[in-house]
């Protein structure tokens, strides 16, 4: 049990905004600890091809300048830990990050803990997952070369994801609710000309079928949104990219949550607790994207400092 120090600051989560918050206040010479579950990036370092973060014309490796971001904090004095944080102690002068190793004290907190893909939320759907479920097209992709996917979702996200997979796979359904994408018009003309990209309109995922002699996943049922008429589609692959929840768990009872779960925090980053700070997509805000995390990032280490003295 580590009990000594006293951290000016502990950053819970190592994606864009914690990094940047660790960078900014080590290099404002404040100690600080950042605690990772994983490694190095949150959602950014799963994405491949980063093209609108400022400064890289030629597009950006997220896992790369998840690592670069890591090894900057570092040079100001930021210490990454790869413990999974299970408990946040936050109320008083010294708050305490718990983790299966030890307990780290500190004098503020940055609460950087992200999003997480949001599920279908069938009961049949976790036995699923790395069977024929993904929640991410990066990720797991190559698993089904030449073999027939679906997409699951409207959204920006869904259109990345199943153009992403039109190069690699034979065939591609891109299953959407409604019959119109929430997507921008650009991904609509981009998945009207990639011609093994098929829309499936009107259709929830009302089921997921294995195959009797491996377990894995063979085929989907749908349901007509309309006619609430039901029929089954063949597909090896599911890659549902439905939106995201905030990862807020640690801090449920602790923190002032707005109704759709996320941290209730304005531009300071400063929420419902003296010295603790949200940033990135856990925080409530109009725009979730990796430049507005890490000036989330920023902002927290500017308040932190004048509030640790
Ligand atoms: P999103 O924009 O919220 O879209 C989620 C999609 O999933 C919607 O089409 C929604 O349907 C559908 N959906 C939600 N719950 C569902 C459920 N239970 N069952 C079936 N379908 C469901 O989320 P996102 O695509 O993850 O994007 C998040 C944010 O990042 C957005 O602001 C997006 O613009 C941004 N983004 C930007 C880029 C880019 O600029 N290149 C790339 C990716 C993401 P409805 O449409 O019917 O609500």
Redesign the pocket.
């Known amino acids: 049990m580590e009990l000594e120090q006293i951290y000016d600051m502990l950053v819970i989560g190592g994606g864009p905004g914690g990094y940047t918050a660790a960078i900014y206040a080590g290099r404002a010479g404040l100690s600080v600890l950042l605690l990772e579950q994983l490694g190095p990036g949150g959602q950014m370092g799963t994405t491949q091809h980063i ?2 973060y400022p400064g890289f014309p030629d597009g950006a490796d997220g896992f790369d300048l998840a690592e670069k971001m890591q090894r900057q904090a570092g040079q100001f004095g930021a210490q990454t830990r790869l413990e999974p944080v299970t408990e946040l102690k936050l109320k008083g002068a010294v708050k305490e990050a718990h983790t299966p190793f030890g307990v780290y004290r500190g004098r503020t907190v940055v609460i950087a803990t992200g999003a997480s ?2 599920k ?2 069938l009961p049949e759907e976790e036995a699923f997952v790395g069977k024929g479920i993904s929640y991410c097209a990066t990720c797991d992709g190559m698993f089904y070369r030449n073999k027939t996917v679906a997409v ?9 994801e199943a153009l992403y997979l039109s190069k690699l796979c034979e065939k591609v359904y891109l ?4 019959d ?5 018009k650009a ?1 609509e003309l981009a998945i009207k000309r990639q011609e093994n990209i098929i829309p499936v309109w009107n259709s ?2 009302a089921g997921l079928n294995g195959d009797p002699d491996t377990g894995k996943l063979a085929s989907l049922t749908l349901r007509d949104t309309k006619t609430d008429a039901t029929r089954v589609l063949e597909c090896q692959g599911v890659f549902v ?4 929840v905030p990862n807020t768990q640690l801090v449920e009872g602790l923190l002032d949550l707005d109704k759709q779960g996320y941290l209730v925090a304005d531009e300071t980053t400063c929420t419902s607790l003296p010295g603790v700070f949200a940033v990135g997509d856990v925080r409530q805000k109009p ?3 990796i430049i507005t995390a890490a000036a989330d990032g920023a902002v927290a280490a500017h308040f932190a400092r004048e509030f640790a003295g």
């Open positions: 093209d609108n893909p949001r279908l939320g699951i979702g409207g959204g920006n996200s869904a259109v990345e299953i959407h609710r409604r119109t994408l929430r997507a921008d991904g929830a995922v990219s439905i939106g995201r725009l979730r994207q």
